[in-house]
């Protein structure tokens, strides 16, 4: 398998996994897996922003299709789990008036959103992945934030090897963490500009207002709670509301921090254009014991690596190759080069000889 860009891929490629891609509310599965890519298809691809997709045989054309041409297949199915999550989130977020606590209704209706993802995420988690992706390329809105950062907390939880309970705790206050949003004027919430010392001010009331919706409710647990209360602390003591630091902030906080800035970096914005998945993950290493606990961190790298086996990246020296082998340290893989130099393997972990060398992205060029 090869992960190829969209702008390299030539007609009679082979998909080696499923395709996904987000509209509105209807999240879909848009091509399946071994499926032969037509023209046709590769256009619609780049018009849905598609990024990269996994490909048979290293890249080559199929002997298949040269004999048959593209495979018919079936009608996109929509994840109707994540559809009705959104129009359910929305819903509790989007009420046009001060919430004062969760219903009942919503209090099922969050529960049942939090069974879905856990139970998506143990039968497939590379599906539930990427249709948390396919959520970023649609206008955002706190509720969609908020479903977003449950799935990757999910995953990040599962490589923690968390019990069930915590991770369904931990999806449940992830799904829940920014509903004090809903009490803070929308203009602060929305504006494309840098807050004033005030506006910042009402920012950081959101946590403890979240707090207290869900304490009002009496369904949600001591766990769950802290999630929403301290989900912006920062390891060092520097965060809000309380200032804590270190492992005096719960571990569902430490996860949903995370999660939470992830997100956030790699999300379109009104003030700026997204963060590349790498650039956020070395940022996020970078505040590791200041921002992050380097252990979640570690894990969240891991459940969320930007260049597994298979992908095609562009190194420091210019020179381009593929991810043949992963290190601890996810940003620093073990390549074999391609192009005039093919065959050479660099080991960019562990082969002194390469330590300054990097990895700058995924690789745009032409296919060999």
């Known amino acids: 398998m090869l992960i190829v860009p969209v702008g390299n891929l030539r007609e009679g490629m082979q998909l ?3 395709v996904t891609s987000a509209d509105a509310l209807e999240i879909k599965v848009i091509l399946k897996k071994g499926m032969f890519l037509s023209s046709g298809m590769i256009d619609m691809l780049k018009e849905k922003g598609i990024k990269t997709v996994n490909i048979e045989g290293g890249g080559k054309i199929s002997d298949d299709y040269k004999s048959v041409g593209p495979i018919s297949y079936e009608k996109p199915k929509i994840n109707e789990n994540l559809s009705h999550a959104l129009s359910d989130l929305n819903e509790i977020f989007e009420c046009n008036e001060e919430i004062i606590e969760i219903s009942k209704k919503a209090v099922e209706k969050v529960d049942n959103i939090a069974d879905n993802i856990v ?12 249709q948390m992706i396919a959520l970023q390329n649609y206008d955002d809105y706190t509720y969609k934030h908020c479903l977003r950062v ?20 931990t999806v449940v ?15 602060i919430i929305i504006k494309p500009g840098k807050l004033t010392d005030e506006e910042f001010a009402e ?3 959101h946590p403890l207002i979240g707090y207290n919706i869900l304490k009002a409710s009496s369904d949600y647990s001591p766990n769950i709670l802290a999630g929403v209360l301290f989900h912006q602390e920062k390891y060092d003591g520097s965060g809000y509301p309380m200032g804590i630091a270190g492992e005096k ?13 992830f997100d956030a970096l790699t999300s379109n914005r009104p ?56 290190n601890d340290n996810v940003l620093r893989p073990v390549v074999r080069i391609m192009g005039k130099f093919s065959g050479e393997e660099l080991d960019l972990m562990n082969d002194f000889r390469f330590l300054s060398i990097t990895v700058k992205g995924i690789y745009t060029g032409e296919v060999d």
């Open 271 to 326: 003030y700026r254009v997204p963060w590349s998945v790498p650039e956020t993950e070395e940022y996020m290493l970078g505040g590791s014991g200041t921002h992050f606990d380097l252990n979640v961190t570690k894990a969240f790298l891991k459940a969320f690596n930007p260049y597994p086996v298979g992908t095609m990246v562009e190194l420091s020296d210019k020179r381009h190759g593929v991810v043949i082998k992963t």
């Open 119 to 130: 139970a998506d995420f143990a039968e497939n988690s590379d599906f539930l992945a990427n």
């Open 203 to 205: 920012i950081k009331k």
């Open 16 to 18: 080696a996994s499923d």
């Open 150 to 169: 449950a799935m990757l907390a999910a995953s990040v939880c599962s490589e923690l090897k968390l019990p069930q309970n915590e991770i369904k705790e």
């Open 173 to 187: 206050s992830g799904l829940l963490h920014d509903i004090g949003k809903s009490n803070i004027d929308h203009d």
């Open 249 to 261: 902030i719960p571990l569902i906080a430490r996860v949903l921090t995370v999660c939470d800035v």
